[in-house]
């Protein structure tokens, strides 16, 4: 796409009037507040968690003993709740939601793939709190219910959380997929076609490959969402401290009730930090922990996606 | 044919995934609407909570929502338009425009309870306003910029060079161009991109739950300091832990079916300009 | 109907012999609709085996359309229906029965635009090979040189195969498409303007590819240029815009007079 610039830049000597600078002048300025936040976050976050780091070392991370009126600090538990959550969400999200993409962008009219795509939007618009809602009343007996052979001790659990972020992350895996599917060229599925292959193996051999970024970074937008939501984590996942599995291998954790990062941060123990100040750079060093991970994912897909709009242009 | 089946096979599987993904979306909404539908009257949204939401109505959450939300688009939309300009005006072609997007990306990645917890140290803590309903707009509108800045730059990329170059082949200055052309043919894209985030920040429990909500007790609020607002996902997420009074049920649904209708509302309210970018996407 | 009885008046001593042959590909009452507007109006084709058949008209007369129901690529156009028939070997190539994929496997296409996948010079050939299971694996490397050596294009890339198929010049590149048809070893080919994308040298490269390829395959050629018809093509058709339908108005073998003539005023006129 060719770009050209607005105008011929006028020379100096003409003087550029104050009216002329002003919209470019606010529109950087606010630009730069923006960047201001995201830096004053950042900051705010590594300044008020530093004293933990000091007191605990890398054990704040390492170790599984989370008692605060002890003035233990070591979140293990809650990066383990953390990453199995939204691990084990990403696992049934992520193959049919780039499953239900690829329907709708290969296999649908245009009016039908709109209206799928609005109905998915829909669904992406639905705030957490009502997901979390609709855990509790129902998730949450369901999996109580289906597990009982297992004896789970309530319904609240790692594997009740990690569903329902599933449901929650997964239309904007399909959205994305189906965006990234719809970056494809034309004329390249008319090549395979015409050369004899079937529209599976047109999708297979030249859709996906091309989408192959877009798709990741679906995922990864989708694990980013999955690793910072707090509500409907809080309400369903049990909320118990120090929770490790005796096994690394079984799946009998899953069916426990746990912590993650956000659903501590979610809790009652934020206000109750505040007062001891080690205690409160402990829940601000969560929170900056939890910033590193979703950092680390969303720039992973931004990266993607800007190598992906490269290489259509 | 071998091949001809794996094909059915795979436009099979595809189209079970979604299924799925548009039959969560029915169940849900049956779900709520079934159960929520009792509860919604008029005086549901004109009365206000009474006995621990066990009776009475919704009133003062609505407003608070409502100012919440108001204000969240008041801070954002402006700081949107900058953005968006930046991005598809001043730094059109270079290198650097894709920072903006990069910027864009960051923010939006963000969870939003570490918006909470930021607004809890700086606002009501080290500003000491307390819980504040001016505090909750801004971490809204800071948290839905990335959704209404997005809207606007894409609806920006859609024009047409040829606009710009005839204006200025005419002699105007960029700013003129910006103000004559750029933003009156962007205005699609930032009311999509308002409706967006308006919907977005209606939903959001996390960065206001410290900083500007409460559960009861607050009406209008008068003036900055100390002054929270009720709010309707707020009102669900306490009332949704704990095992709650049966009688409180319906209108716990009914909160829930309001806020939806709420954001799914404003959503669609947008789909109109959305479904014209996209075929003037199409078009050029 | 006219037949094609004369030879080429042309300058070539070929010979040619009358054909009584039945035609190869055949359309017969052939519409075009997008919803309720025809675009191609009641086409009647004949085409005989190894010969090239021209297509000429000027732009938007329907001739990529025309060109695109002969292997049913036009299904894949939303919003267009199709009516009549298409008789490959005198049997309908729309019937219901008919497998889409092997038909189009049998009649190969090249397009305007070379269209190669962002992959090898190797893989690019063997692309459509590779899906039709019908050689095996060992095999592929050397129906790939095959269809390189037809193609023309073996010596300039038989040294860097595993290099990616961006890397070649447009000239190369639809003759890399062409290898990669060839390799499937269609009995027919298509070409929508496959030179007008190109520069005189490599249109010269193509031109003279096609009066090969014509001694084993037939070619199907679209063509908007009248010195490319008169030089490569058997037989014409002039497809035409009327009444905004398209309609085949003249057709039959290439006569010196027909640049003075009124295939020349059919063209012109049509391009107004």
Known sequence: ?313 | MMRNFKHRVFQLATAVCAAVACGILAMIALAIVRRGWPAVSWQFYTEQIRLVGAAGGIFYNLIGTFILIATALIVSAPLAVGIALVHGVYLRGSRHQEKVTFLLYLLNGIPSILFGLFGLIVFVKFFGLGKSWLTGGILLGMLVLPTVTVALCERMTTLPAAYLEAAAGLGLRQSQIVWSVVLPQSLSGLITGSLLGLARAAGETAPIMFTATIFAGATFPHGIKESPVLSLPYHIFILAQDSFDPSVGAKLWGSALTLLALVLFLSLLALPWRLRIHEEARHD | MIESMTPLADATERQKMPTVSAPILETRGLWVFAGKRPLLADVELRIQPRQVFGIIGPSGAGKSTLLKCLNRLVELTPGLRVRGEVLLHGRSAYAPEVDVDALRARIGILFQQPVVFPKSIFQNVIFGLRHLGKVARSEWSVVAERALREASLWHEVKDRLDEPASRLSVGQQQRLCLARTLAVDPEIILMDEPTSALDPKSTESIESLILHLKQNRTVVLVTHNLGQARRVADTIACLTVQDGVGRVVKRGPILAGDFDGPIAAEFIKGRQ
């Not at chain 1, 798709?215 to 809080?234: K, P, Q, T, Y």
């Not at chain 1, 897909?301 to 800007?306: E, G, K, M």
Request: glycine share 8%; aromatic share 10%.
């Open chain 1, 1 to 313: 796409m060719a770009s050209t610039p607005i105008a011929v830049q006028q020379p100096w000597s003409q003087g550029r009037t104050l009216r002329s600078s002003f919209t470019r002048w606010m529109s950087y300025a606010f630009s730069t507040l923006a960047i201001a936040f995201v830096l004053a976050l950042l900051s705010l976050y590594v300044w008020q968690g530093f004293a933990v780091w000091r007191h605990e070392g890398l054990g704040f991370l390492f170790e599984n003993n989370w008692f605060y009126r002890q003035q233990h600090f070591g979140a293990l538990s809650m990066v383990y709740g953390t990453i199995i959550v939204s691990g084990f969400a990403l696992l049934l999200a992520a193959p049919i939601g780039i499953g239900a993409g690829i329907f709708s962008s290969e296999f649908l009219p245009l009016r039908l793939r709109l209206a799928v795509k609005i109905i998915i939007e829909l669904l992406a618009g639905i705030p957490s709190v009502v997901y979390g809602l609709l855990g509790i009343l129902f998730l949450r007996d369901w999996v109580y219910g289906a597990l009982s052979p297992w004896e789970p001790l309530s319904g609240d659990s790692l594997l009740t959380a990690g569903i329902l972020l599933a449901v929650m992350i997964l239309p904007t895996v399909m959205t994305l997929a189906d965006d990234a599917l719809r970056g494809v060229s034309s004329a390249q599925r008319l090549a395979a076609r015409g050369l004899g292959l079937t529209q599976t193996e047109s999708i297979i051999s030249v859709c996906l490959p091309q989408a192959w970024r877009g798709i990741v970074a679906a995922i990864l937008l989708a694990l980013g969402r999955a690793l910072g939501e707090a509500i409907a984590v809080f309400l369903v996942v049990g909320r118990q401290d120090n929770q490790w599995p005796a096994n690394v291998f079984s799946l009998r954790p899953l069916i426990e009730s746990g912590q993650t990062i956000t659903s501590k941060l979610a809790s009652s123990e934020t206000n109750i930090a505040y007062g001891d100040p080690l205690h409160w750079a402990a829940m601000i060093s969560l929170g900056l922990v939890l910033l590193a991970l979703t950092a680390v994912v969303t720039v992973i897909a931004n990266r993607l996606v800007q190598r992906a709009s490269r290489h259509d242009a």
